[in-house]
């Protein structure tokens, strides 16, 4: 374990963890160490040499300050073990050939966990369903995922882009990752973007709404992230998923009964009828991950995924305008 910088570290660790593996060690520093030291009193703290040095580290995971991911990467790699990394895996294009370079010397992997599919059964069996035709052939993408701002209890860094990513960057990450699983494109193109700061004055040089329009596999994409998520909401937000194909549609969004907010379902509406689908794909990622880890598949994702993803949003955040004139 490298960076304990993000709450999302806890549930990488955890699905590993329910998968088999064994954490080793992890780096003392960081705005949640105490927190896993509590958490896994087994784990060694240590630097990050520490980590990379000890010979039974074959994963290193990442969840440090999302600029420093890249080198952290780029360092695991160089000393022969596999990387998973907290989205968004680089904040720059440079960042981004250093760690393809450092994949293509080594041989080992490179993962980049987006957790609104991968830790979503609706959206993982929605992008499934899509890829098999099951609402014939996906014309139309569009995603919405409004965040609770909590900008009060965040880390300093998060206010300061060159560190945290854009909006683009970082949320919106999930959004070309699903554009890309549903449409199988590997040469997705940004119409569009744009972003802004429309509701945090006291933070300047945070943009808390963006937007971005994709082209690929014969599908437009559509999709709108924010930190603009009301109090009123009884969840950290409310993220939507719409795929619409020549033979239907297919949603994914959240229910709410009695004010509480439930699991995402996915409905599918076709010639048949409008209905829910059930059972939806269970599966941890993690157990395709450790196989893929064992015998180098692509069961989790294909190798090029990331890299297309991070393209993508890279690509999107040097073309962003302003989102208010």
Request: hydrophobic residues 45%; charged residues 25%; without cysteine.
């Amino acid at each position: 374990m490298v960076g304990l910088e993000h709450l999302h570290v806890f549930e990488l660790v955890h699905e590993l963890r329910t998968a088999g593996a064994r954490v080793v060690a992890h780096t003392d520093g960081g705005t949640f160490a105490a927190e896993f030291a509590g958490w896994l009193p087994e784990s060694r703290p240590t630097d990050r040499n520490g980590v990379l040095s000890d010979p039974d580290v074959e994963l290193v995971v990442l969840a440090g300050v999302p600029a420093d991911r890249a080198g952290d990467a780029v360092a695991a790699l160089r000393s022969g073990r596999s990387v998973l990394v907290d989205k968004p895996g680089v904040t720059t294009a440079d960042q981004l050939d250093e760690v393809q370079a450092a994949v293509a010397a080594s041989g080992r992997r490179w993962w980049v966990l987006f957790s609104e599919r991968f830790g979503v059964p609706a959206v993982r069996t929605a992008t499934a369903m899509a890829r098999s035709g099951a609402v014939g052939r996906v014309v139309a993408v569009s995603g919405s995922a409004p965040h609770r701002a909590a900008f009060a209890s965040r880390p300093a860094w998060f206010a300061d882009p060159a560190r945290a990513g854009s909006l683009l960057v970082d949320l919106a990450t999930h959004q070309v990752d699903q554009f890309v699983a549903v449409t199988g494109a590997d040469d997705v193109r940004v119409v569009h973007a744009a972003s802004g700061n429309v509701a945090a004055p006291e933070l300047p040089a945070v943009h808390d709404v963006a937007e971005l329009v994709l082209e690929g596999g014969g599908a437009r994409g559509f999709h709108r992230v924010d930190f603009l998520e009301a109090d009123g909401f009884p969840a950290w937000g409310d993220v939507r998923l719409v795929v619409t194909g020549t033979e239907g549609r297919l949603e994914v969004r959240t229910p709410i009964l009695d004010g509480v907010a439930g699991s995402p379902e996915l409905w599918i509406t076709d010639a048949a009828s409008h209905r829910r689908v059930e059972p939806l794909d269970q599966r941890n990622w993690a157990d395709e991950l450790l196989a893929d880890l064992a015998d180098d598949g692509e069961r989790l994702m294909p190798r090029h995924h990331p890299v297309v993803v991070s393209r993508v949003v890279l690509d999107a955040q040097d073309r962003a305008v302003a989102w208010s004139p």
